[in-house]
């Protein structure tokens, strides 16, 4: 399973959100605490999403390299600073490729996106929510992974306008249902915002006044970390945390 972050605060560089906390994502790619038999290591790339000065859309790092060897995001984590960022590092399901492109965030304008899990019976268990989508969707996803998909199917919601949390919820519940024993773990920003699912992984917040921060597992050992219970979604920005229940389709398990 991969690992997210994603924080909403005061400007700071990737690094220091990244690299440098003592259970950051550098330090889950080889150590991870709560991969609940999903995977041993995130060695098959990482990517980070951040907000440039200037403007409104985000910007992107990815790479197919474990997160430890790659020295050019070294150098540019350290100078690169944002308010809001996004990052995952990746353990490929497998079957599905290790390649850039497979690596999250994923994203489109100011959105950024991560999913860690994976979909059982892939890919005929989410033909149906795919045929959904427009035929150029799927024929220009990011890559022939879960993780794409279901980013081009919460895009394709918030295209038409729908609020970011249902989106989520959408996709979770209506994914869930035909792929019984899937692990969606969702991690949507704006920027502004941050919208995130625990669905049979983990997740943990911590947010005070000035500072929102959404992870798979805790980046430090200190205080104010809350886990999010399963089969929920959260709505995070400094000052403000809201968490409700996912309602599963019935008939799913
Ligand atoms: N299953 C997805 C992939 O392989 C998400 C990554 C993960 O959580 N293992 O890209």
Known sequence: MCRHLAYLGP????SALVLEPSHGLLHQSYAPADMRGGGTINA???GAGWYAPGGPDAVRYRSAVPIWS??????LAGSTRSGAVLAAVRSATVGMPVTTTAAAPFGEGRWLFSHNGLVPGWPESVAGPAA???VTDLLTLDAPTDAALLWAL?????RAG???????AEVVTTVAAGAPGARLNLLLTDGATIWATAWSHALSVRVDAATALVVSEPTDAGPGWTSVPDRH?????PGHCSTRHL??????T
């Open 154 to 158: 919460v895009r394709h919601r918030l």
């Open 70 to 75: 790659d020295t050019a995001f070294a150098a």
């Open 11 to 14: 400007p700071t560089t990737l």
């Open 44 to 46: 098959d790339g990482f």
């Open 233 to 237: 979604l959260v709505v995070a920005r």
């Open 247 to 252: 309602t599963p389709i019935p008939g799913a």
């Open 162 to 168: 729908a609020d970011p949390a249902a989106a989520l």
């Open 132 to 134: 959904e989508l427009p």
